[in-house]
């Protein structure tokens, strides 16, 4: 009989209190609804909450504020973000997560699998040989040397417009449509203040509709259809684009 009775995501504690409000809806209140129907408690904690006594490396004590967990009794949600205002937290995730992996908790976002899922071009590479076929894309470093435009070699066979974007973070920010190289350009040493890496994509067109398929185990679970606002380039619900959860397909 499982003992399961709590689940706890680990999240960077930087969030303001209108972000945190922005949040609610889309994330916390969503999963706080789901482990109340499965009879979970519920808790979210930034990675200084969590404490690991592994003076025994066999079995390895953790506590989330000061509160002892055990495998087999708390699951730990550990999907890696790093928006720009996270990007300190980024190790400390990261680490966090391998630990909990060691010590023997089940993980649903495992961290071998983190910065695959994070990075755009990285979830394109992995997944080459998948029969959907991807979206061309162009994957821009940037740095102190963003200057010299090294990452021109690849612009060549570009046709304009085209979507800019960070490779990693979410909610649609930083998604900007370039119509030529030079905005390309302006786009990329303002990305270089954060040393955020770009991505660049064909603009697929106004009124672009898409569709995410969720897949547990290999099954298709679910599927949200997003549609943008009128003259917006995503359907993020954080840029105006507005959900819906058709069946899914047979």
């Given at each position: 009989?499982?003992?399961?009775?709590?689940?706890?995501?680990?999240f960077?504690?930087?969030?303001?209190?209108?972000?945190?409000s922005?949040?609610?809806?889309?994330?916390?209140?969503?999963?706080?609804?789901?482990?109340?129907?499965?009879?979970?408690?519920?808790?979210?904690?930034?990675t200084?909450?969590?404490?690991?006594?592994?003076?025994?490396?066999?079995?390895?004590?953790?506590?989330?504020?000061?509160?002892?967990?055990?495998?087999?009794?708390?699951?730990?949600?550990?999907?890696?973000?790093?928006?720009?205002?996270?990007?300190?937290?980024?190790f400390?995730?990261?680490?966090?997560?391998?630990?909990l992996?060691?010590?023997?908790f089940?993980?649903?976002?495992p961290?071998?699998?983190?910065?695959?899922?994070?990075?755009?071009?990285?979830?394109?590479?992995?997944?080459?040989?998948?029969?959907?076929?991807?979206?061309?894309?162009?994957?821009?470093?940037?740095g102190?040397?963003?200057?010299?435009?090294?990452?021109?070699?690849?612009?060549?066979?570009?046709?304009y417009?085209?979507?800019?974007?960070?490779?990693?973070?979410?909610?649609?920010?930083?998604?900007?449509?370039?119509?030529?190289?030079?905005e390309?350009?302006?786009?990329?040493?303002?990305?270089?203040?954060?040393?955020?890496?770009?991505?660049?994509?064909?603009?697929l067109?106004?009124?672009?509709?898409d569709?995410?398929?969720?897949?547990?185990?290999?099954?298709?679970?679910?599927?949200?259809?997003?549609?943008?606002?009128?003259?917006?380039?995503?359907?993020?619900?954080?840029?105006?684009?507005?959900?819906?959860?058709?069946?899914?397909?047979?």
């Amino acid at each position: 009989m499982s003992t399961l009775r709590r689940m706890c995501w680990i999240f960077p504690d930087r969030e303001s209190t209108l972000a945190t409000s922005i949040w609610h809806p889309f994330f916390w209140d969503m999963y706080a609804e789901v482990a109340e129907e499965l009879g979970l408690t519920w808790c979210r904690h930034s990675t200084d909450a969590v404490t690991v006594d592994a003076r025994d490396p066999g079995k390895p004590r953790v506590y989330v504020d000061r509160e002892p967990v055990t495998p087999e009794d708390t699951l730990f949600i550990t999907a890696l973000y790093s928006l720009p205002y996270q990007s300190a937290d980024i190790f400390n995730q990261y680490a966090l997560y391998a630990v909990l992996q060691q010590a023997g908790f089940y993980l649903p976002f495992p961290p071998a699998l983190s910065p695959l899922a994070n990075d755009k071009l990285a979830t394109m590479l992995y997944l080459h040989d998948a029969p959907i076929p991807p979206i061309p894309t162009l994957r821009i470093g940037t740095g102190r040397d963003i200057g010299k435009h090294l990452y021109e070699v690849a612009l060549d066979e570009l046709t304009y417009p085209v979507i800019v974007k960070p490779s990693g973070w979410c909610g649609g920010g930083g998604v900007n449509l370039a119509r030529d190289s030079e905005e390309i350009r302006g786009l990329a040493s303002l990305a270089q203040g954060g040393d955020t890496t770009l991505v660049v994509q064909p603009y697929l067109g106004d009124g672009t509709i898409d569709y995410r398929v969720y897949v547990i185990d290999g099954e298709p679970y679910a599927v949200m259809k997003r549609i943008p606002e009128p003259g917006s380039p995503v359907a993020n619900a954080s840029r105006g684009g507005t959900m819906e959860f058709p069946p899914v397909p047979v």
